[in-house]
């Protein structure tokens, strides 16, 4: 088939390169405009966007898939499918009727559970122990269209959601080549999904990564690791915010006998920082506090000289 790839971030370049690899005529690749980033919020090409140059693809980077412009271009390149992963645009029903067998999306979920932006996160914080990846063809509703196919993947105990993602992403992609070949010779038919399971993944703001320590330590764990590497999540030390990475559960052997610690309240020993929460202390791994560089908790600690009875957070 002739397709037109739609894909912005890291996660999409995988199924971008399998795409390019296959036996399907790759005609163009749609990604968002250049976006700023860094300090400096000077304008970043979005990885689609290099790797579809290096491959020496035509790239369009629409400021609206409305765009009259752009849809008479979408329309030359004539593609009788539109694979599309994490493009991070709501594709509007006039771009949908373009190719004959529509907008093919790769998700990273086992749908129906968790619609939207930030399935891999919301799936480490919900505590599932199994996730996956779908292919559907796009309709006007919210990742609601008919199931194609899916694949199946365990979730670590200490996967973060760069993890998990890295691993959908990569055999994200062979499904995403299954399932366009599967079109083109007839065999593949989706299915309507089931209106049993739906659950949202909404897009995982700052805010909602604020960790409170007064939840159970497994939950926090699962909280930090969601929201790792992006946003982040995050407490207070002293009024000002404190980047937090992946966290240890459960309470260390040097945990001194009858150190009971509330939630928040911090414990600086030989060999770990400890904070309390609303069940067992977790052991700090690497934090970052405002204007910092990453570093161990331990040495953190040392340098801010942690009082005894200081805590994190403003609980």
Not at 260 to 280: D, E, F, I, N, Y
């Amino acid at each position: 088939m002739r397709v037109v790839f739609a894909g912005t971030p890291q996660a999409a370049v995988p199924s971008l390169e399998a795409i390019a690899g296959s036996r399907h005529e790759l005609a163009g690749v749609i990604t968002r405009p250049d976006a700023p980033a860094g300090r400096g919020r000077r304008l970043e090409e979005s990885p689609v966007r290099v790797r579809a140059e290096e491959l020496g693809v035509p790239v369009l980077m629409p400021t609206s898939l409305k765009d009259p412009e752009f849809l008479d271009t979408l329309r030359g390149l004539g593609p009788d499918a539109c694979p599309v992963v994490a493009y991070g645009n709501l594709i509007p029903q006039v771009a949908l009727d373009i190719p004959s067998h529509g907008w093919v999306n790769l998700h990273f979920s086992l749908l129906p559970a968790w619609r939207g932006a930030a399935p891999v996160q919301h799936s480490i914080m919900a505590g599932d122990e199994i996730t996956g990846a779908s292919t559907f063809r796009l309709d006007r509703g919210l990742d609601t269209g008919p199931v194609y196919g899916v694949m199946t993947e365990q979730i670590r105990p200490t996967d973060t959601a760069g993890d998990l993602l890295d691993r959908l992403a990569t055999a994200g992609a062979g499904l995403l080549v299954a399932t366009l070949d599967g079109i083109e010779s007839g065999d593949l038919v989706p299915r309507p999904q089931s209106p049993d399971g739906v659950s949202l993944a909404p897009k995982i703001e700052t805010e909602h990564a604020r960790i409170i320590w007064s939840r159970p330590a497994p939950a926090i764990d699962r909280l930090v690791r969601g929201c790792t590497p992006a946003p982040g999540a995050w407490t207070t030390f002293r009024g000002e915010r404190l980047k937090v990475a992946p966290v240890r559960t459960g309470a260390p052997e040097d945990l001194p006998p009858g150190s009971g610690l509330s939630p928040g309240q911090l414990l600086v020993t030989r060999k770990a920082v400890l904070v309390g929460t609303g069940t067992m202390p977790v052991r700090l791994g690497v934090v970052q506090g405002h204007g910092k560089r990453p570093m161990p908790a331990e040495d953190w600690a040392r340098g801010v000289r942690v009082a005894p009875g200081e805590r994190l957070g403003d609980e």
